[in-house]
């Protein structure tokens, strides 16, 4: 729009072109001369505004917040952006010709930075963000069912159902409503037309072929007994006789799809392919097939082992990776000790390879090895496949790091699923395939950098006990190395169940230490048997850092004992979202850090303990008592962004923090309201001065929640 600014001396409108909208915009642009506004953003309210930049606006219509494709811990509001602005030519000035600057990302932020009228105008009407096939569809059939204010061309020979001209719909043909036949179409005896049919031009439909839900252009034969249900063909395709195209699929120009084919939901087939006779289509032909949700979870890429995670899904996630990244690069990839973790990190690095990716493959370490070797080296990122055991099966979890040994980031998320949609490989010349080294003595670096990072003689002289105890063998032959050259006493239970509180008694140890398989997280047990929270342990953590003189990450769901303890030693403290990475990101260029790491925060307790000269049940009895109270509340997917939305407007006039979800500010304690990324729900977290007012506290917002569900 810049490059056509010396055509544009007075008020514009831009409208992107990927939406569907019967907006009255001449409503929009008085709206904007009464404001006096510089922009205006027209806005519309969604269920589910995950994938749209929101929207934040004060009473009088000003915009305060804009926040582009939020995750559900962000979304403060359902109201987005459309993508359709009035602006004034002056915005133009803001920056040089020549320069990318996107309207959400650059221009409106940094509108908002010099305080210039920018509003948001909530409009009235339908719109539609064509942002995949599925909408893309979606849309069609709205605009059959009447939900859009457009003119539909042809005959309403039947109800909700416009026929074009010269179209032959014989006498036994079947054709519901609400459906569109373009001209010179021919439906023959049997066919079943409808409902939620479109179809093109110059098309022609066999005896007993049926179409349901489905967008066929111009061109197209269906021949007799083959079945669309909720597919998109595109021009002149051949569906064969008894053929079946099943949901979500999508066939490009001139593909030959022979008799009794099946194309698999989700297929896509590229332009002027050939599907065999009876050939049953699982994948997508040369071009990917679209996803409706997000690859990612909290974890990585997670999914059963063998049937939702095979080698040959690994391969396709791993080329993804490799196209979100620069050609020639190095990645690190590693895995635990289960064996088919092994053969999955074997797919993804030929894949990698195949991409002209260079390989180090680190073996089997824990997590917190293959992050520091990733942080230390000249990898750019790096890969780590681990199982988790459930009851009745074995998931497989993908973890995608940065050049930090961080996990990636939204934006980094989402070049891989795009990558992985399309299908859009680059592959190399076969003589410029990456190179493949095997590392062989990370874990080694990684324990004397643990080692010479605290005091190996103070904790040597006090001689601890430890009672040690995991499920992975890799993960205890790590911590039981380094806790010999600490000098301390191990004694190793190798039992999968364990009642660790009981064992510490019986065996009269220091102190106990439970790691989880990853070698992330771990569960401290005093002399006396007692478990910490991971909150206690958080604390503990604030004193080792006053000593380091470092700054803590400390989530927005830990007690707000945490800032009154740091007040008091001089301790900084810096607040984050309730995820890995934001945690990490404090301190991201240290090798070594505290959080996730099993091994390295456990040494540096002994360190506190040994040179404060305390045992950790003293250490646990300096820890102000506080009231936490974690409540989960079920509520469908398509009202998270209208709970967020009534709990912001009824928050008017306070100031809640907003770094992960909502979180509410009162006297006697706090509540954070955040909207789970994946599960219909909400997760509440109080903290109230006692636990009957941490209680009354949950059961105030939780009746909240479910109110602001209803309207």
């Not at 205006?40 to 009473?59: H, N, Q, R, S």
């Not at 391969?315 to 690190?332: E, L, P």
């Not at 003589?431 to 010479?452: F, S």
């Not at 509520?635 to 306070?654: F, H, N, Q, T, Y």
Request: charge should be negative; include cysteine; aromatic fraction near 8%.
């Amino acid at each position: 729009v810049r490059n056509c600014d010396d055509f544009l001396d007075d008020t514009l409108i831009v409208i992107s072109g990927d939406g569907m909208t019967d907006f009255d915009l001449s409503q929009v642009i008085a709206y904007h001369r009464e404001k006096q506004a510089m922009a205006t953003i027209v806005m519309t309210k969604v269920d589910a505004p995950l994938e749209y930049g929101v929207v934040i606006t004060d009473d009088d219509g000003r915009i305060q917040h804009f926040l582009e494709k939020p995750s559900w811990s962000e979304v403060f509001a359902d109201t987005v952006n459309t993508g359709i602005y009035v602006l004034e030519p002056e915005v133009f000035s803001l920056f040089p010709k020549g320069q990318e600057f996107d309207f959400s990302k650059d221009l409106f932020p940094l509108m908002l930075s010099r305080q210039m009228p920018i509003y948001g105008y909530v409009a009235e009407g339908y719109w539609s963000d064509i942002g995949n096939l599925q909408q893309y569809r979606q849309t069609q059939f709205d605009m059959l069912m009447g939900l859009v204010d457009v003119q539909i061309d042809g005959e309403e020979k039947f109800p909700r159902v416009w026929v074009g001209k010269e179209t032959r719909i014989a006498p036994g043909a079947t054709v519901s409503g609400p459906s569109f036949i373009g001209g010179d179409v021919t439906i023959e005896d049997g066919a079943v037309v409808g409902p939620y049919a479109v179809i093109g031009c110059h098309s022609h439909i066999a005896p007993r072929a049926s179409i349901e839900r489905s967008v066929v252009w111009h061109g197209n034969r269906i021949l007799a007994e083959a079945t669309l249900r909720g597919a998109t063909l595109c021009h002149k395709v051949l569906v064969g006789n008894g053929a079946h195209i099943n949901e979500g699929a999508v066939v490009g120009d001139k593909v030959d799809l022979g008799d009794r084919s099946m194309i698999r939901p989700d297929v896509k087939i590229w332009p002027e392919k050939t599907i065999g006779e009876g050939v049953i289509q699982t994948f997508s032909l040369i071009w990917g097939k679209t996803v409706s949700h997000s690859l990612f979870d909290e974890h990585g890429i997670s999914g059963i082992a063998s049937l939702e995670l095979s080698p040959e899904m690994v391969g396709r996630i791993a080329a993804a990776y490799g196209a979100a990244i620069k050609a020639n690069s190095i990645i690190a990839i590693s895995s635990d000790e289960y064996p088919y973790c092994s053969v999955l990190k074997m797919a993804a690095i030929a894949s990698l390879q195949a991409l002209g990716v260079h390989v180090r493959d680190y073996g089997v370490v824990p997590v917190p090895v293959a992050r520091y070797g990733i942080c230390t080296s000249t990898c750019v990122g790096g890969i780590h496949l681990r199982r988790i055991q459930e009851e009745d099966h074995q998931t497989i979890v993908i973890q995608f790091f940065d050049g930090d040994g961080l996990p990636i980031d939204k934006s980094t998320e989402r070049k891989i699923e795009n990558a992985f949609v399309q299908e859009d490989f680059a592959r190399p010349n076969p003589e410029m395939i990456g190179t493949l080294e095997y590392p062989t003595r990370i874990t080694d670096q990684y324990q004397q950098e643990v080692v010479a990072q605290v005091s190996a003689e103070k904790i040597g002289e006090r001689k601890f006990t430890i009672l040690l105890h995991t499920k992975e063998k890799k993960v205890q032959e790590v911590m039981q190395q380094i806790l010999q050259k600490l000098n301390c006493d191990t004694v190793i239970v190798n039992k999968r169940q364990l009642d660790m509180g009981q064992a510490v008694l019986s065996t009269g140890v220091d102190l106990g230490i439970e790691i989880d398989p990853s070698g992330q997280k771990f569960t401290l047990f005093t002399e006396r048997g007692m478990a910490l929270s991971p909150d206690e342990i958080l604390i503990l953590q604030m004193f080792i850092a006053v000593k380091e003189n470092t700054p803590v990450a400390v989530p927005v769901t830990a007690p707000s004992v945490i800032e009154e303890l740091a007040t008091n030693l001089g301790a900084s403290i810096v607040r984050t979202k309730a995820v890995t990475r934001s945690l990490l990101e404090v301190l991201r260029h240290r090798g070594l850090q505290s959080h996730f790491d099993a091994f390295y925060s456990a040494v540096s307790l002994l360190q506190f303990m040994a040179e404060e000269e305390f045992s950790l049940q003293a250490m646990v009895d300096t820890i102000p008592s506080f009231h936490m109270q974690t409540v989960v509340v079920p509520c469908p997917v398509s009202a998270k962004g209208r709970v967020m939305r009534r709990m912001i407007e009824d928050l008017k006039g306070s100031e809640p923090q907003l770094i992960n979800g909502i979180k509410v500010l009162s006297e006697r304690g706090w509540a954070l309201i955040t909207p789970d990324e994946e599960r219909a729900l909400f997760k509440l977290v109080v903290q109230g001065d006692s636990k009957t007012h941490a209680e009354e506290l949950a059961n105030f917002y939780k009746e909240k929640i479910l109110t602001y569900q209803a309207f």
